[in-house]
């Protein structure tokens, strides 16, 4: 009978046998010790592995562990985890048996404690290798997991899907203070991976990161499963559906498309000169998981935290639409926004973020007679096209230039500090038109004889109130913090140059880095089939190994562009013009080219050089 293969001439001697077709791979390179050594020191500079069996023995309630020690330790689940993450592999448990089976040295067996073959179990013992390597990356990853897990009610059902009632039944069992511990303990573990990536930077790039100005921004982590992505949803609908993993939610994207799934909340680096080069490399800072539209800006808070923990002075917080109350299509918040402000301000960082269409305008929080706008507090007699001038850009009825002009002027009808803030938020504030650095005219007020001639804007008495308050009749008042002003308020004037410059150039970063993460050829965070494993815990810390990934990647570019740089600089040095020829104005203007001249008998041209004058 013809096989299909005699008919095309083929040497059957070079057809792969059943061994070879079994063991036939594109992915079976040996890492090199060295590779193995450098990352393992990566792995130690994070201090996670004694604090892992600090948690355990917590756990036990002080008890030491029963049983046979595991034959795969966690040093070598994790330095596996990061040397594929680094070459931008599949973060599975396949993958890391893969290694442990055939891609490490003999040497760094031995450096990983990994044995070079593992005993059958005693329930398969006709299993195959591959599947006892298996088991044992699959075991070995969840023993890391399991002190971090801040859902363990969950383990025995991610491999099946769940309806509502049991779905809620699981949710009413759990222990609150559980779950908030196990969770401070997953942050910290992603927090350490983080910070290891900043501390390997050389010092020199380091001391320029010392104050923390950040921007602040979430990106959907789809899960892995097929049932999680749609085009039409309602969220306030309570179908019964059945769920695989019953801690996600769905993440809204721009478009109104919905990703079943969990939210990465990143800090990431920006300019301390915003609109400039930052001179280091846009990296991120902090990373933390959570479930989409649950305290989010609790998570915002947490990353600033953890910033301020680690030593780091704080400096601005950029943050979208998203974070001081939400967007203007969404109303499923559980935040206290009120108390995010708060929070931000007693960590030190000053914030940068855009309003809402119905935060823009007159706001209550106005005090001793003023009014409250867009985080200042204005004159009383203020016109309503100023008030209202970002209204009218919103809706399109002014041109930027036109925007940005009224938004200069309104700046003079800014009540101005007397003194320095306390540290409560309190301080004295004048009328603009009094003193001699008054910037607006007002008939109640007599012009300071040291005042400035220039033009000034006049406030017209039909815009006067008809009841004057402390601010119109008083040299100063008092005001204090509240949280409706509070809520609004941000050191750079909103709409303003600077403020634009600030929140463009920050917002850009952060959304750069997002896509730099998502990078289908490198990390791609994007895809769920490369973190194929089920569990908030279990995605946080396979995410946390593409952001260190991501980390090094820019790290390593910035390096070697700047090597770059310095090398054409020290080229261009090298070629120095003589001082007769960069300053002189004589030029040769007869004759043939400069450089060669043919001559009739000679076959090789005569070099020709200009006399000296």
Known sequence: M???????????????????????????????????????????????????????????????????APYVTDRAILVIMLMLAREHKPLNETAIAEVMHRRLTDESREFLDLPHALPSSPLKPKGSEEKNWQNHAYNGFHRILNPMDPHPDTKGSRRRLLNNAERDAIRTARDLNTMRRRKERLDWFSQQFVQMTFTMQPRRLRRLQTKANISIDQT????????????????NERAERLVKEM????????GKKYVWGYAANFAVSTSNIPGQNAGFPITIRAFTLSVPNVEITGEAVRLGKQLVDAGHEPGRMTIDRGYPGGSDSDSNYTDDNDAFHKRVRELG????????????????????????VEGEHLCPATPDDLVNAS????????????????????????????????????????????????????????????????????????NLPERLDNICCNTSATFVETDETLKFKQDLRYGSPEWQTTYTADRNM????????????????????????????????????????????????????????????????????????QYGTYKRKWGPDRDFIELEGRDDPIDIRPLRT
């Open 247 to 254: 801690d996600a939610a769905w993440y809204v994207k721009p």
């Open 349 to 372: 960082f000053s914030r940068v973020f855009d309003y809402k269409r119905t935060e823009l305008g007159k706001k209550p929080g106005g005090q001793n007679g003023s009014i409250y």
């Open 510 to 581: 952060v959304e750069g880095v997002n896509g730099y993460i998502k990078d289908e050829g490198k990390e791609n965070l994007g895809s769920a089939a490369r973190r194929s494993a089920a569990g908030i815990a279990a995605q946080q810390v396979l995410v946390t190994m593409l952001v260190v990934s991501a980390n090094m990647r820019k790290l390593q570019s910035f390096l070697k562009e700047e090597s770059k740089t310095a090398l054409q600089a020290i080229a261009k040095v090298g070629r120095r013009i003589r001082r007769r020829d």
């Open 2 to 68: 013809n096989d299909l293969v005699e008919g095309f001439g083929i040497d059957t001697d070079l057809l792969l046998n059943e061994v070879e077709l079994r063991t036939f791979s594109g992915s079976r390179s040996v890492f090199p010790h060295s590779e193995v050594l450098t990352t393992n020191k990566c792995i130690e500079m994070t201090g996670v592995l004694c604090k892992l069996e600090e948690w355990r023995l917590e756990d036990r309630g002080g008890k030491q562990a029963s049983g046979p």
């Open 391 to 462: 209204i009218r850009a919103q809706n399109l009825e002014i041109g930027e230039a036109e925007y940005r002009f009224l938004i200069e002027e309104r700046s003079s009808y800014s009540l101005r500090n007397k003194e320095t803030p306390d540290a409560d938020g309190k301080v004295k504030k004048m009328c603009p038109a009094l003193g001699p650095q008054a910037k607006i005219e007002c008939p109640l007020r007599a012009i300071h004889p040291k005042s400035s001639q220039k033009a000034k804007p006049r406030v017209l008495k039909r």
């Open 220 to 235: 959907p982590v789809a899960v892995y499963t097929k049932r999680g992505h749609k085009d039409e949803f309602d969220p």
